[in-house]
T-cell receptor, first 117, second 116 residues
């Protein structure tokens, strides 16, 4: 596997289910991100991890719970979701922002298409 | 309030001609700008970027222009090819030492169709 992979690619769940999205990057990066893309909206940043530490939580409801066990893996645990949470969830990775080098391109996975019934 | 705006949801261009995709931003703290391309069922892929200290960056058929005074950037594709048909996202990043450095703010995207 190369680049950024995400599983599953498609997920249908009920509002009472608990599921997890998985992301893995094979690029040696130290920063990982979760984004949400809803229809006709821009990509919305949800969470950022730098060196396994969460550095950003963009006012995301607690029914979304991220986990970053190491720099290569990122999970998004889902429970008691609402139908409006149906969207494409994208994972990305990059080199971590370091003093003096603040900008790095992010590499995206293919996304998980989530439908909440 | 959207900080990065792509006001044209779609653009149709003839093969061989120039495609110009536009992007406006409101936050003067943004100092790095990127363009991503997205095909259906795939994640966005990085295309080209530009730092605010420059007004132009070129990579093959792709050129990005930045007009800081107008808070406007554009992506030019010359010549356009049918394989360029995709959704193009503009993104901006700001220098923020509070921990969010490097985080990207995206526009809604413009769907480019290049017709043979």
């Amino acid at each position: 596997e190369t680049g950024v992979t995400q599983t599953p690619r498609h997920l249908v769940m009920g509002m009472t289910n608990k599921k997890s999205l998985k992301c893995e990057q094979h690029l040696g990066h130290n920063a990982m991100y979760w984004y949400k893309q809803s229809a006709k909206k821009p990509l919305e940043l949800m969470f950022v991890y730098n060196f396994k530490e969460q550095t950003e939580n963009n006012s995301v409801p607690s029914r979304f719970s991220p986990e970053c066990p190491n720099s290569s893996h990122l999970f998004l645990h889902l429970h008691t979701l609402q139908p409006e949470d149906s969207a494409l969830y994208l994972c990305a990775s990059s080199q971590a922002a370091l003093a003096g080098v603040l900008h790095h391109e992010q590499f995206f996975g293919p996304g998980t298409r989530l439908t909440v019934l | 309030d959207q900080q990065v705006k792509q006001n044209s949801p779609s653009l149709s261009v003839q093969e061989g001609r120039i495609s110009i995709l536009n992007c406006d931003y409101t936050n003067s703290m943004f100092d790095y700008f990127l363009w991503y391309k997205k095909y259906p069922a795939e994640g966005p892929t990085f295309l080209i970027s530009i730092s605010s200290i420059k007004d132009k960056n070129e990579d093959g058929r792709f050129t990005v222009f930045l007009n800081k005074s107008a808070k406007h950037l554009s992506l030019h594709i010359v010549p356009s090819q049918p394989g360029d048909s995709a959704v193009y996202f503009c993104a901006a990043s700001r220098r923020d030492y509070g921990g969010s450095q490097g985080n990207l703010i995206f526009g809604k995207g413009t769907k480019l169709s290049v017709k043979p």
